[in-house]
């Protein structure tokens, strides 16, 4: 009883697993930067365009669009100097409000495509 | 003794001021952005706007880069529906060791162009 348990555990975690991987591929240009150190996403970029990727999208927004400028700095700069930026985009997204009642807030965001 | 001192102090604080005003105008269609808060930089280029500017640069480096997409935003959001992003650049600015004999930093800037 205990191993059926757990044989359905695993195969709702594997079809789990694969959804994202799933979800990943359709966005899988995209590095979308939050607050972990700038050398992760660099090495994220890098590894994208090993994999053979011509664009990588380096999406942030709020106060983490400085670490998106970064990351694509160092990127082209010290790591694949072949690279280049090709767009820059701002933008404004609209999030739903905290608490009921409350009003929506405003938060930046940007988009910068690095081609090689 | 002290009147004369005091009066070529005063020449020399005008000519500073002059000067700074000069090279204000200069670069008068730029909005440098640092640690205030968005509405001061919002207030200037809006300013600069009502003054005949047909293009205003919102420069910034470091952390200051997403309160400088934060302003552009507002801008032609809330203030000035007519005017558009029309280039936004990024780049590295190379700074001076802090210390002797230590390694110079990176930092991260963007420029970003304001038209109407």
Redesign the interface.
Known sequence: MYLFLDKNWLSHYRKMKARSEADKMSESNSVLVGNKPVMNYVLACITLFHGGAKEVNVKAR?????RA??I??VVR?RFLPDTK?KR?????QQMAPREEGGSPT?V???E?TLER
Do not use: A, F, Y
Not at 88 to 92: A, D, F, K, S
């Open positions: 709020g106060r983490s669009i400085s400028v970064d694509v700095e700069r930026v820059v985009g701002i933008g404004t405003n930046s965001t940007i910068i």
